[in-house]
Structure formats: structure tokens, C-alpha cells
T-cell receptor
Framework: SQTIHQWPATLVQPVGSPLSLECTVE??????LYWYRQAAGRGLQLLFY??????ISSEVPQNLSASRPQDRQFILSSKKLLLSDSGFYLCAWSLFSGGAETQYFGPGTRLLVL | GDSVTQMEGPVTLSEEAFLTINCTYT??????LFWYVQYPGEGLQLLLKATKADDKGSNKGFEATYRKETTSFHLEKGSVQVSDSAVYFCALKKTQGGSEKLVFGKGTKLTVNP
């Protein structure tokens, strides 16, 4: 069966410090991968998605970047964190099927920038 | 562009009360529709889905019917329990650039009191 992992679960970082959040998927090949941010009172916002290794699409301009160095690994990064980067970051995966495939979410990383 | 509008929360109910969370959407074509649930401190889980008009998704006592004429996908449950306390997200799926992306509503927080 497929599983998705995210770490760390919680992170407190000072403004201006770098960030690296990791997401890995097991039990499937060539998944679509997604990074979402959930900020208080703002719902769920898609940040990046990837349909394959090295292929990243950005949904909104921001202080963050994403990379996919391996088929089942998706990394969210920043060189210098801003206060506004605080939030709950969720990774998700799906298989493209042309139908109503489901996105499966990881447990999330709670980031607090101080 | 495609969008999802959910009723604003928070919603507070007593145990065994009837629940309705409204969701309407704007989209080209006929998207697939989803309800996701997020329990405190966790990632999102798929609750139910519907792929075409008049389809009814159901799970754990929750139901939602895809209404094309009113572009709605309201979530209902006849008798809520304390364990249903969570944030509920309505979403539609669109296909773009070889990837299938979800567009989420802002979420509705439900609290069920004993």
C-alpha cells in the first residue's frame, strides 16, 4: 500500500533562516506531487505541483521553491524565511488517470517563523 | 477561473443534530467534486467524491449530491457525533498541463458538543 511521509512535524525558525521540508511517497511510481500551504483563515493554497522528476510548476509567486530530485521525493525550500511563511504545509500525491483520482495527503508540517 | 465557495464557519452543533455544509462551485465543463476532512493536527483525508451530475457520494454517514443545475455539492449528515468535529473542505478537480489539481474552498470548522 502507498504511504506518504513528511518531516519534520513541527518547526520553529527565525526570520531570515533557510528552510527545507521533505516529503516522500512509498508504494507507487511516477506520482503527481503537490505542496499546499494552509494559513490561518485562508484555507488551502496550492503552492507547487510536479508531474515528474525535475518538473516543477509554481502556482503563486512567493518566497519558496520546490524540487523533485527523485521520483518519490518532493522538497520545499526557502533561502530566507519571512514571517508570512508561517503556516501548515501539506504534501500530497496522486496518480494521473484522467478520472476522478484522489489526492492523498501527508500529515503536514507546522512551521512557525519568529 | 475555477473556484469553490463554502459556507463560512465555525459551525457548532449538539450531538445527534442534522448537519448541512453548503458548497457551490464555478468551473468550465464538469469537474469532479470532493469533500475532504481534516481532524485536529492532521492532514486531509478524502471523505467522499462524485464524478458526474446527480452522483451521490457517501461515507461514514455523510452524503453529498452533485447538482449541476445549481452547481452545488452540499455536505449532509443526519446525526453528527462528537468525533465528527473537524474542518471540512469542498474541492473540485481540474486538469491542466498533464496534471490534475484540486481547487479547495476555505474550509468550514465543525464543532460537535456532547
Amino acid at each position: 500500500s502507498q504511504t506518504i511521509h513528511q518531516w519534520p512535524a513541527t518547526l520553529v525558525q527565525p526570520v531570515g533562516s533557510p528552510l527545507s521540508l521533505e516529503c516522500t511517497v512509498e508504494g507507487t511510481s511516477n506520482p503527481n506531487l503537490y505542496w499546499y500551504r494552509q494559513a490561518a483563515g485562508r484555507g488551502l493554497q496550492l503552492l507547487f505541483y510536479s508531474v515528474g522528476i525535475g518538473q516543477i510548476s509554481s502556482e503563486v509567486p512567493q518566497n519558496l521553491s520546490a524540487s523533485r530530485p527523485q521520483d518519490r521525493q518532493f522538497i520545499l525550500s526557502s533561502k530566507k524565511l519571512l514571517l508570512s511563511d508561517s503556516g501548515f504545509y501539506l504534501c500530497a500525491w496522486s496518480l494521473f488517470s484522467g478520472g476522478a483520482e484522489t489526492q492523498y495527503f501527508g500529515p503536514g508540517t507546522r512551521l512557525l517563523v519568529l | 477561473g475555477d473556484s469553490v465557495t463554502q459556507m463560512e464557519g465555525p459551525v457548532t452543533l449538539s450531538e445527534e443534530a442534522f448537519l448541512t455544509i453548503n458548497c457551490t462551485y464555478t468551473a468550465t465543463g464538469y469537474p469532479s467534486l470532493f469533500w475532504y476532512v481534516q481532524y485536529p493536527g492532521e492532514g486531509l483525508q478524502l471523505l467522499l467524491k462524485a464524478t458526474k451530475a446527480d452522483d451521490k457520494g457517501s461515507n461514514k454517514g455523510f452524503e453529498a449530491t452533485y447538482r449541476k443545475e445549481t452547481t452545488s455539492f452540499h455536505l449532509e449528515k443526519g446525526s453528527v457525533q462528537v468525533s465528527d468535529s473537524a474542518v471540512y473542505f469542498c474541492a473540485l478537480k481540474k486538469t491542466q498541463g498533464g496534471s490534475e489539481k484540486l481547487v479547495f474552498g476555505k474550509g468550514t470548522k465543525l464543532t460537535v458538543n456532547p
